[in-house]
């Protein structure tokens, strides 16, 4: 069992990336769904 | 060219309570670092829920959201994904004021009214540290209220922040839900939908679920 968000993060990645897919960036993942971008968040 | 996948992580969320794992995040500096952590890892985007510091309760106050936003704007480039959903005991007042504040580039959206439960967990869990974690648990009692009128009104109210949605959805009744909102024209294409399986209330997590709700979803939106 993971012991941490990242690591259930990291084992995620691993499945992905064992068949053969590439996970998105953060920018790919903007592009793909029309973001904003993240400098718009208003805090 | 094979489509690239997106990885969420969603580090804290509201359901479960911090007598069941050390590694649930509670208080915002938790929240932040889990958050941080999780997109070094290789999550696009992270899905923040917030929780009282001390008790770890879900907090659904902007206030309560400021304090670790503020880091992990700071210091990572992930898209930061906003809850409206919050806890299903809350209003829809309640829950969509968070992403009404700091309009995030993602917030949650439920597509439908469910019942909603964790009582199964008490068979794995039986010692909580604050007492407000047994109540929560136990409550066989939750609807959670996601009705046409309180969608709309998370789309209106979020509207003009160019903040845009990650759909969640526990039934196929929230995939026809969905599509009436963008056969409306209150929804705009690509669409970012969530399915979940497993919860009490809501849909399976048999591979037949799985398949059947990608499957739907296909139909509707197509691919």
Redesign the interface.
């Known amino acids: 069992m993971?012991?941490?968000?990242?690591?259930?993060?990291?084992l995620?990645?691993k499945i992905?990336e064992g068949l053969?897919?590439?996970?998105?960036?953060?920018?790919?993942?903007?592009q793909?769904?029309?973001?904003?971008?993240?400098d718009?968040?208003?805090? | 060219m094979?489509?690239?996948?997106?990885?969420t992580?969603a580090?804290t969320g509201a359901i479960h309570t911090p007598s069941m794992s050390k590694?649930l995040?509670v208080t915002p500096q938790e929240i932040a670092d889990?958050?941080v952590?999780?997109?070094?890892?290789?999550?696009?985007?992270v899905h923040l829920h917030a929780r009282n510091p001390k008790t770890g309760q879900p907090d659904q106050s902007p206030e309560a959201?400021?304090p670790f936003?503020?880091i992990i704007?700071q210091r990572s480039?992930?898209?930061?994904n906003l809850t409206t959903g919050g806890a299903p005991t809350m209003t829809v007042d309640e829950r969509v004021r968070p992403a009404a504040?700091?309009?995030?580039?993602?917030a949650s959206l439920n597509m439908g009214s469910m019942n909603f439960a964790f009582f199964g967990m008490l068979n794995r869990f039986k010692k909580f540290e604050h007492d407000w974690e047994l109540k929560h648990l136990q409550n066989k009692d939750i609807v959670f209220r996601n009705t046409f009128q309180d969608i709309e009104y998370v789309l209106k109210t979020l509207s003009e922040t160019?903040?845009?949605f990650e759909f969640e959805c526990y039934d196929t009744a929230h995939l026809y839900n969905l599509n009436y909102f963008l056969e409306q024209g209150m929804v705009k294409p690509?669409l970012?939908v969530q399915t979940v399986f497993g919860l009490q209330g809501g849909t399976g997590a048999h591979p037949e679920d799985v398949l059947h709700m990608k499957r739907t979803a296909d139909r509707l939106f197509g691919e």
Do not use: H, M
């Open positions: 993971a012991a941490s968000n990242a690591e259930q993060v990291t995620a990645r992905v053969g897919l590439e996970i998105a960036t953060s920018d790919e993942a903007r793909i769904l029309d973001l904003k971008g993240g718009k968040l208003e805090v | 094979a489509r690239k996948v997106i990885i992580g580090v590694a995040p889990a958050a952590d999780a997109a070094e890892a290789g999550a696009a985007i959201f400021a936003l503020k704007k480039n992930c898209v930061i504040v700091y309009k995030p580039e993602v160019g903040t845009r690509p970012f």
